[in-house]
Structure formats: C-alpha cells, structure tokens
C-alpha cells in the first residue's frame, strides 16, 4: 500500500456572512458622504455574531433620527439681544433733555432775578404811598436809592405784615402851563385804590383851539397816548377840552397815573389846571424798620417765615413850593440758596426720571420672547451666544457654529426627487430668493439680530436708507455676507 503524504488539515475558514458586509459598507458610505439620502435596501436578518461592532451600528440611526426631527422641529426661543445703538440714541437724548432742563431752569431764574424782580426806577409825586411786597423765597433784601439829591426825600418803611390803608388825606395844586405846538406836559402821582381826582381847567387861546387831557395809568398807557393822541383806548380817561370845566376821575387800582395835557394846534396855548386829588396813605406807625433815601442806600432784609412788606412814602408839598418830584431806584437781592436748591433738585428728579426709565426698559427687554415655528434653512439662527462686539469683528464664519458636519446637517433639505441638496444648491427656489429683488440668493445676514431674508446688495441698501430688519423691524447694526465653501 502506499503511503499518502500526510499533512497539517487546514479548518475551513467560515464565511463572513453576506448582511453584515453590506451593512457596513452603507455605513460608511453614509458617514464618508454625508449628501447621500438614499435609503439602504431591506436585508435578511443578519446572523449573530460573536462580536459586533457597536461605533457603526449605532452611527445610523442617530443620523436617521437626526433628519427625520430637524425640519419638524417646533421650539421656543428667549433671547436677550441689546440693541446698543437704541440704548446710545436713548442715552443723547435723556443727556440733552437733561442739560435742557438744566438750561431751562437757569433761565428761568435768570429771569425771575432780572425780569420780574428787577431793578425799576420810580418816579413819585407828592404824597405817595406805595405797598412793595415780594416772595421772600426768592427775595432776600429790598433795596432803594434816591436817584436825585435833596435835603427832604422818600422814606422806606419795613413791616412783618402788610399794615392797614386807613389814612386819608386831601390836598390841591394849582397849575399854568404854556404849551407849544405838538408838546405835551404831564405830572406823576402814585394814587391808591379808593382815590378821587378833580381837575378843573381854564383853557386861554385867541383862536379857543382845543386841548386833549388824559389820565393814563401807567407809563406804557402814556407812551401810546404820545404816539396816537386820538385813540382815545389807550388811557383811563380821555378828554378834549377848551374854554372852562371839570373832569372827575375815581381811581380802581393801585398804580401810577399821569396828568398830562396836548396841544394839538399849530400855535402856543395857555392853560390853567387845579387838581384836587383825595387820597389814601398806608399807616406806618408800628413799622419796625424806617430810612430815608436822603444821600444814601436804604436796604430791607426779609425774614422767611414771615409776610414781609415795605412801604415808600414821598413827602407833601409844601404851601406855595412848586409841583416837585422824586426819582427812586428799587431793586431785589436775590436769595441765592433758592436758586441753587432748586437747580439741584431738578436735576435730580431729571436724572431719576431716567434711571426709572433705563429699568423699565431693561425689564421690558427681558420679557420679550421670540417664538419661532416650523424653522426653515432661511430662519435658522446665524448668531452664536458671543458679544456683538466680537462678531462685528470677526468674519461671517463666527455667525455660524464651529461643527461643520453639524452645519452640513441643518443645511440639508429632502427634495421632491429623492435627492438631497443644499441652501446653496437651490437658488431657484422662492424661500432661497431674496425678498426685495427676487433675483439674486440670500446670501447674507443682518445684525444684532441674525435674520437672512436678503442679497447683500439688497441688505447693504436696507442698511444705509432704512437701518431696520425686514423680518423683525429692529434697528440694524452691520451686514454680513455669508461665503459657500
């Protein structure tokens, strides 16, 4: 018999089983390319292997679930954006509404210290009493100076309260007076409320030309009446007068009044005036402070908790002493720590006025909510959690996240024919168009808010004329163009 060889038996080697290969290769062909969306084909159940592979058999189903959640997602979204340039405009316009105020309140005090407690000069006829009563809030002082020299002048007279006007008194003038052409003489008297004037006159003229005599009251009312001696509304009392008579007059208010007589012919006319005048003086027995203006300043301190009052009386005229009268200067000593309390508390007021409204606002933005369903590629947030600052330096890349198979991901939208494509891949689709010029892709997006809705030559136009967000109408920041690769 012969021998057969012997050799070493070789175990059969046991065939990898066909399923498994495939599936294998459809997962890495799915994770090599990721644009692929075909479906793999159903396979008979594998048989079990003694170690399989969990990193590729768990690859696919999380891709699958992936695409089959993103274009359905609905979701909310809260999100705090700080719209700076609203918050810098918001912040000029309290600034200059702040130094306005200031302004405004300077102005006013400026004009209440040089309008309406002004300096004034007064001039007074004989007999007069004049009440001067002023807020001592804002008034500190009333001061009073003789303007003319003379031996027996005004007096100033100081009171806690108003005092009573319960003096009468009752005095005459008599007065000749020989009148140019187109002139006019007039006399002053200060005349309290109570008062009575009689004037008596004697016109002598060759031709019994007439006069016009009025009382005014006030030197702007005389003023006019200079102007326009026939408008007859100007003054308290208008009369023309010739030959011989009487004119009455009862005075309502306390103020100064003027006598004053106009020829309003062409040639010189005399005339003979009495004045009969009763009137009523303020009593200055309990005043507790007394000056006379008689070569030197008189001023009045005011005490603020109570009604102060100053009373400037003139002398009588004396029998036989022609008409005289008396220039006084009158004016204020401003109370300056009124002035400045009250410019610090409205500054105050204004600048917690505008914290108030920065917390309103703060608190307004944080409520607000964005809520966003049914996301398309378009609508798809392009800005990441960073400061503005930092995105508006860096290029449209850092809008978008750093995960690029994660970006690939979100990007890709199932077409009708089974295919996949990308945003960019469909330019002819009308959600891919740019809404203002329908012509070119959208291919940009716009900040601090992060819509793509435009071109960057439609968005860069938005920017410059109107600086809102078509979508969400916030005021825009920057244009950013986003770059396919």
Same mark, same amino acid.
Not at 66 to 80: H, Q
Not at 323 to 330: A, D, I, N, Q, R
Not at 384 to 390: A, V
Not at 454 to 467: D, H, L, M, N, Y
């Given at each position: 018999?012969? =021998? &057969? /060889? !012997?050799?070493? @038996?070789?175990?059969? $080697?046991? +065939?990898? %089983?066909? *399923?498994?290969? #495939?599936?294998?290769?459809?997962?890495?062909?799915?994770?090599?390319?990721?644009?692929?969306? =075909? &479906? /793999? !084909?159903?396979e @008979?159940?594998?048989? $079990?292997? +003694?170690? %399989?592979? *969990?990193?590729e #058999?768990n690859?696919?189903?999380?891709?699958?679930?992936?695409?089959?959640?993103?274009?359905?997602?609905?979701?909310?979204?809260?999100?705090?954006?700080s719209?700076? +340039?609203?918050?810098?405009?918001?912040d000029?316009?309290?600034?200059?509404?702040?130094?306005?105020?200031?302004?405004?309140?300077?102005?006013?005090?400026?004009?209440?210290?040089?309008?309406?407690?002004?300096?004034?000069?007064?001039?007074?006829?004989?007999?007069?009493?004049?009440?001067?009563?002023v807020?001592?809030?804002?008034?500190k002082?009333?001061?009073?100076?003789?303007?003319?020299?003379s031996?027996?002048?005004?007096?100033?007279y100081?009171?806690?309260?108003?005092?009573?006007?319960?003096?009468?008194?009752?005095?005459?003038?008599?007065?000749?007076?020989?009148?140019?052409?187109?002139?006019?003489?007039?006399?002053?008297?200060?005349?309290?409320?109570?008062?009575?004037?009689?004037?008596?006159?004697?016109?002598?003229?060759?031709?019994?030309?007439p006069l016009?005599?009025?009382?005014?009251?006030?030197?702007?009312?005389?003023v006019?009446?200079?102007?326009?001696?026939?408008?007859?509304?100007?003054?308290?009392?208008?009369?023309?007068?010739?030959?011989?008579?009487?004119?009455?007059?009862?005075?309502?208010?306390?103020?100064?009044?003027?006598?004053?007589?106009?020829?309003?012919?062409?040639?010189e006319?005399?005339?003979?005036?009495?004045?009969?005048?009763?009137?009523?003086?303020?009593?200055t027995?309990?005043?507790?402070?007394?000056?006379?203006?008689?070569?030197?300043?008189?001023?009045?301190?005011?005490?603020?908790?109570?009604?102060?009052a100053?009373?400037?009386?003139?002398?009588?005229?004396?029998?036989?002493?022609p008409?005289?009268?008396?220039?006084?200067?009158?004016s204020y000593?401003?109370?300056?720590?009124?002035?400045?309390?009250?410019?610090?508390?409205?500054?105050?007021?204004?600048?917690?006025a505008?914290?108030?409204?920065?917390?309103?606002?703060?608190?307004?933005?944080?409520?607000?909510?964005?809520?966003?369903?049914?996301?398309?590629?378009?609508?798809a947030?392009l800005?990441?959690?960073?400061?503005?600052?930092?995105?508006?330096?860096g290029?449209?890349?850092?809008?978008?996240?750093h995960?690029?198979?994660?970006?690939?991901?979100?990007?890709i939208?199932?077409?009708?024919d089974?295919?996949?494509?990308?945003?960019?891949?469909?330019?002819?689709?009308?959600?891919?168009?740019?809404?203002?010029?329908?012509?070119?892709?959208?291919?940009?997006?716009?900040?601090?808010?992060?819509?793509?809705a435009?071109?960057?030559?439609?968005?860069?136009?938005?920017?410059?004329?109107?600086?809102t967000c078509?979508?969400?109408?916030?005021?825009m920041?920057?244009?950013?163009?986003?770059?396919?690769?």
């Open positions: 018999m012969e =021998e &057969e /060889p !012997e050799h070493n @038996p070789t175990p059969t $080697p046991t +065939p990898t %089983p066909t *399923p498994s290969v #495939s599936s294998s290769n459809a997962i890495e062909g799915s994770s090599s390319d990721s644009q692929v969306h =075909e &479906e /793999p !084909e159903p @008979p159940e594998p048989e $079990p292997e +003694p170690e %399989p592979e *969990p990193e #058999s690859q696919l189903p999380q891709i699958e679930d992936r695409r089959r959640t993103i274009p359905g997602v609905s979701y909310r979204l809260n999100i705090s954006i719209d700076s +340039p609203s918050t810098q405009v918001r000029d316009a309290w600034s200059c509404l702040i130094v306005l105020v200031t302004f405004w309140f300077f102005a006013a005090s400026m004009t209440v210290i040089l309008g309406f407690y002004g300096s004034v000069d007064l001039p007074l006829g004989p007999n007069c009493s004049c009440l001067i009563q807020n001592p809030i804002f008034v002082s009333i001061k009073a100076q003789q303007i003319d020299e031996k027996h002048g005004p007096m100033l100081g009171f806690y309260e108003p005092p009573p006007l319960d003096t009468e008194i009752t005095w005459s003038e008599t007065h000749n007076a020989f009148i140019q052409s187109a002139y006019h003489k007039e006399w002053a008297y200060f005349l309290n409320k109570g008062s009575k004037v009689n004037i008596s006159y004697s016109v002598k003229s060759p031709s019994s030309a016009s005599l009025v009382i005014a009251q006030g030197r702007d009312s005389l006019e009446w200079i102007e326009d001696p026939s408008y007859p509304n100007t003054t308290l009392s208008w009369n023309i007068i010739h030959g011989n008579g009487i004119i009455q007059q009862e005075i309502l208010w306390s103020k100064l009044y003027y006598i004053a007589v106009r020829n309003l012919n062409s040639e006319v005399e005339v003979k005036l009495n004045f009969t005048i009763k009137g009523f003086l303020y009593n027995t309990q005043a507790y402070y007394k000056c006379s203006l008689s070569h030197r300043l008189c001023s009045l301190k005011l005490l603020l908790p109570r009604a102060n100053a009373v400037l009386t003139s002398p009588a005229t004396e029998q036989g002493v008409y005289k009268e008396w220039f006084v200067k009158v000593g401003p109370r300056w720590i009124t002035y400045v309390l009250g410019s610090g508390i409205m500054t105050v007021i204004v600048l917690l505008f914290r108030i409204c920065n917390m309103l606002q703060i608190t307004r933005e944080d409520e607000i909510g964005f809520r966003v369903g049914e996301v398309g590629p378009e609508r947030p800005l990441s959690h960073k400061d503005d600052d930092l995105l508006s330096r290029s449209s890349y850092d809008s978008i996240s995960d690029e198979e994660e970006v690939d991901e979100w990007l939208v199932p077409s009708i089974g295919k996949a494509s990308k945003e960019g891949e469909s330019n002819s689709s009308p959600r891919r168009l740019c809404v203002i010029c329908f012509d070119a892709p959208r291919d940009c997006f716009f900040l601090p808010c992060g819509h793509c435009t071109c960057f030559a439609c968005g860069t136009r938005v920017v410059e004329e109107a600086g078509p979508i969400c109408r916030r005021t920041k920057k244009v950013r163009k986003i770059f396919t690769v």
